[in-house]
């Protein structure tokens, strides 16, 4: 399993430079990827914006969105911004979609709310180059594309136009049971192989306290959900390694571990943790 | 620090003891609204796991309650005039009655207030209210849970008896409005628990709401009068009742926290909810030690530790409640593969856990189902070597024609070759999902000047299909009844996911008055060229609302099977891109078993099922008669040479 880390786009107090450092020392460090949330209405960073930037900072590590609301963006731009990013860092997105959790969003960006499954299967297919003559370039060959989701149509949206399951946090015993229903959905539909299996959690390794009052914050809008975000919260070198290990015997491929505060001292704690 | 705990039942009464015996400082009461001595409901069942625990909690009263339970670890299932024994179950059961006098008195040991015959209006003050009152709990109303309640499974008349039972034992009955069932089992010296369920066709049938109280119990008796030996049943407030299926989006909300039924229930069939009950009090305690009175915090970690576990024997229940509603389509099952049956019905138990219980039970039904006797317990298959257990290799998707190719990969039947070994030809016509690029890219992506594609109806597949033309009908026939001149050992028509002869199927594909036409014309011509084995590969349901349900579709076995199937392929959904599919380990066995034992056909089943033991189970207990395995990457390496092999184990016909 490959451990990558979170990009903190969304942490109070991170700054455009200090991203940037961030996307540096990982880069140089044991992790294989750096990742990014997405969110409209909140003070974060725009996510293909982030990745642009950190192309240009980094040379090896994978450059994915953890995830991005598809259905925010129109298809043809969503898909020539994917593929932007993709030929700025030589080959290295990873396009992980799914459709978010916040009508406020889509009101922001003034997109449907309802039918955003459904737009999100028209955006993986036409990202996968579903569309005869259509002339949107550059080439998004290549692009590794995740789709996130827990209902059943997510599950069969994944199987039929993308690379793999980008799942959405929580304890190895969740995760496994995603990934259980992702590959199930992956036989269904007669892919060969078996799908690629990321998985995301928080930490902190510097201050606990910063780091609960921001996902306090971050998930509010989930109601009492946000007490079990927390309660998931890693903020010691054995509870990561635990985490890790239970991912790696869940079957994923790929571990994005996000920090809840934008210390740059986390990544260089966290590069102990995992190397 | 002060707690409220609202409901006198076992799970109040013992959070109350855990507190107090935690902290004496704390305040804890208990508000009861009926008096001490009533209860409703009979003997409750623990299994041995839950007595460990209740043993590391508090042993005082782990010692009174074992020291008057009734135990026994056998389960008799009385079917067509046999009874069937399965040994190995460890169960012991309490009166109700019995194991709340026991809680009260160590609550008031421990000084835990008792106050009987409070109804309560408002939630309490206190630093922690606990609602414990149970499946209607009113403490839940006053809070924002998320609460769901619905009922599950069958109309059910709980009653007591004085014949003392020696074993765990269900009853079926057999009557002009349809079967009957008992699940009886003793809770002291002197008497038993005695449930009595049916469907709800057969209770409306039998016009059980137009009859008293006591006119139910005398029906019962007299339904059960052999098994009942002359004895009676008794009533505690006993009608028909539906189950309520209480879930919980949360369980706690600020200050207030949900314990037992108030959060969750279980249907009775699998004798649980006490059981949770009281398991739950002990982590609510424990989280509040480990916390150390912080509560909000406390509450979150009971949650995290209960929600999962509870979860699951939620999901087991309600299997084991739709078994009970659904029982009637087993009669024709063999006794013994009927009592594996039951035995599985909630997944809990598999032919491998049973055969470590009581491998004289598995031995029993492997011979049967062999027809053989075999010698010491089988290890690792039980039918490996059997001459009724084959391996067959399935072909992937075969083209009648390039027209009706998936993608420019797909074989076509003319060029095809089989394999050395055996192997089951999965012949079809993509139909509007032809034409697509290959499937390593991805499923339904059309292939840019790609081929024209045929259906039904001129609905596109997917979001940038292209439509659909009408098919030549006559050629493609023509090309299915030459095709069925290929060497091979079984041949499958395919006829599911939205494929060209599924697509005629479902009514959300076909606009057709008579959407079995063309499918049925296709399997009859096949049949009249093809002497072997012959399959039909179904979508059961379209998994869509619109779509063909799950009844649909085994109206549509049955015409297939009577049209000259030998045998379903159980498929479901990708009828339409957009349908609604429940993906988890063999989501497709329940299907299987309503098409097997409903339309009364031979099935096969696959639907992530990664273990030789999944296979056993579903086989031995008749859910299906023919299993593919997708065997995890590591385990193909190990048992087979190449991956993508079936597994298959028959059943004797």
């Known amino acids: ?78 898909a020539k911004q994917a593929a932007s990013v993709h030929g700025l860092s030589g080959g290295r997105l990873t396009l992980g979609l799914a459709v978010g959790a916040r009508v406020e969003d889509y009101e922001a960006a003034g997109m449907e709310h309802r039918g955003r499954g459904r737009k999100l299967g028209e955006q993986l297919a036409y990202i996968r180059g579903a569309v005869d003559g259509e002339r949107v370039g550059p080439a998004r060959d290549g692009i590794e594309l995740l789709a996130g989701g827990l209902s059943g149509q997510a599950f069969s949206r994944m199987a039929r136009y993308t690379d793999g399951y980008a799942h959405n946090g929580g304890p190895p015993r969740a995760f496994a049971g995603a990934a259980a229903r992702a590959e199930a959905a992956w036989r269904d539909l007669g892919r060969e192989g078996r799908p690629r299996l990321w998985g995301q959690g928080y930490f902190t390794l510097c201050d606990p306290e910063r780091g609960e009052a921001y996902l306090r914050d971050y998930y509010a809008f989930t109601g009492g959900f946000v007490e079990r975000i927390v309660a998931e919260h890693l903020t010691s070198i054995r509870a990561i390694k635990d985490f890790i290990r239970g991912y790696e015997e869940a079957g994923c491929d790929e571990l994005v571990l996000f920090s809840t505060t934008p210390a740059l001292e986390e990544l260089e704690r966290l590069a102990e943790a995992v190397g | ?21 935690l902290d004496r400082a704390v305040e804890v009461r208990v508000l009861e609204r009926n008096a001490p001595d009533a209860t409703f409901g009979w003997g409750v069942v623990f299994s041995e796991e839950t007595l460990g625990s ?19 670890d056998r389960v008799d299932i009385r079917y067509q005039d046999r009874v069937l024994s399965s ?65 599950e499974g069958s109309k059910y008349v709980w009653f007591g008896t004085d014949l003392v039972f020696d074993a765990f034992t269900f009853i079926f009955k057999e009557t002009e409005n349809g079967l009957y069932n008992a699940h009886a089992y003793p809770y002291d010296e002197h008497m038993s628990t005695f449930i009595v369920e049916c469907p709800l066709e057969t209770w409306l049938g039998a016009r059980h709401g137009d009859r008293s109280e006591e006119e139910s119990l005398a029906f019962c008796e007299q339904l059960f009068a052999r098994d009942l030996r002359g004895h009676e049943l008794f009533s505690n407030r006993s009608i028909w009742l539906d189950f309520p299926k209480v879930t919980n989006r949360v369980w706690h909300d600020r200050r207030v926290v949900l314990v037992g039924d108030a959060a969750h229930t279980a249907h009775f069939s699998i004798g649980s909810g006490t059981k949770l009950a009281m398991e739950d009090s002990i982590a609510l305690a424990n989280a509040l030690a480990r916390r150390r ?22 999901a087991a229940a309600s299997d084991s409640a739709g078994y009970f509603r659904r029982v009637g389509r087993y009669r024709h099952l063999e006794p013994t593969q009927f009592a594996f049956n039951l035995l599985t019905r909630s997944g809990r138990i598999t032919h491998a856990t049973l055969s470590i219980r009581d491998p004289q039970f598995t031995r029993t039904l492997d011979a049967w ?12 298959s039980p039918w490996e070597g059997f001459p009724n257990r084959f391996s067959l290799v399935p072909s992937g998707f075969v083209a009648v024609s390039a027209e009706g190719r998936i993608s420019e990969e797909t074989p076509v039947v003319g060029e095809w070759t089989r394999p050395k070994e055996p192997v089951l030809l999965q012949l079809g016509h993509a139909g509007r999902r032809g034409s697509c690029r290959p499937v390593s890219v991805g499923r339904d992506l059309p292939l840019p000047h790609g081929w024209p594609i045929v259906a039904p109806a001129p609905m ?61 014309q296709v399997l009859a011509a096949v049949r009249d060229m093809w002497a072997g084995p012959l399959a039909v590969r179904l979508s059961v349901t379209d998994w869509h609302p619109r779509g063909s349900s799950v009844d ?102």
């Open chain 1, 1 to 78: 399993m490959n451990v990558g880390v979170g990009l903190p786009t969304t942490t109070p107090g991170a700054t455009g430079e200090r991203l940037l450092e961030w996307a540096r020392r990982a880069d140089a460090g044991p992790f294989s990827s750096v990742a990014v949330l997405d969110r409209l209405v909140y003070d974060s960073f725009e996510p293909f914006a982030v990745l642009s930037a950190a192309a240009g900072a980094t040379s090896r590590v994978r450059l994915a969105t953890m995830i991005a609301i598809g259905p925010l963006r129109s298809t043809a731009l969503l």
């Open chain 2, 552 to 653: 649909d579709g085994i109206a549509i076995a049955r015409a297939m099977r009577d049209a000259g199937a030998d045998l379903i392929h159980v498929e479901a959904g990708q009828t339409v891109h957009d349908d609604r599919p429940e993906y988890r380990r063999g989501f497709l066995t329940a299907l299987s078993d309503r098409v097997r034992n409903e339309a009364r056909i031979p099935t096969l089943v696959g639907g992530y099922l990664t273990t030789l033991d999944e296979a056993n189970t579903i086989v031995g207990a008749g859910r299906a008669d023919l299993v593919l395995l997708d065997l995890p990457p590591a385990q193909i390496e190990r048992t087979l040479d190449t991956s993508n092999k079936l597994l298959l184990a028959e059943v004797r016909p």
């Open chain 2, 369 to 380: 189902f062999g027809g053989k006797e075999v010698s010491p317990p089988p290890a690792f």
């Open chain 2, 54 to 72: 209740l043993r590391d909690a508090d042993p005082e009263t782990h010692l009174e309650i074992t020291d008057t339970f009734a135990r026994w």
């Open chain 2, 460 to 520: 596109p597949y997917g979001p940038f299909s292209p439509a659909p033309q009408r098919p030549d009908e006559a050629e493609i026939l023509a090309q299915f009844v030459a095709a069925a001149e290929v060497d091979a050992d079984v041949l499958e028509l395919d006829m599911a996911h939205g494929y060209l002869l599924g697509s005629y199927l479902s009514p959300l594909t076909n606009l057709e008055e008579d959407r079995l036409r063309f499918p049925l």
């Open chain 2, 87 to 151: 040994r190995g179950h460890s169960f012991s059961a309490i009166a109700r009655r019995r194991l709340l006098e026991i809680l009260q008195a160590r609550c008031r040991a421990l000084g835990v207030e008792l106050t009987f015959g409070t109804e309560v209006e408002a939630l309490p003050e206190a630093d922690l209210v606990v609602g414990a009152d149970g499946a209607n709990s009113l403490v839940r109303r006053l809070g924002d849970f998320g609460t769901t309640v619905e009922p």
């Open chain 2, 293 to 314: 009175w912080d509560v909000e915090a406390a509450l979150v970690d009971y949650e995290l530790e209960r929600g999962p576990l509870v979860e699951r024997t939620q």
């Open chain 2, 1 to 21: 620090m002060t707690v409220e705990i609202v409901g006198g039942g076992p799970a109040g009464l013992y959070l109350g003891i855990l507190l107090r015996k």
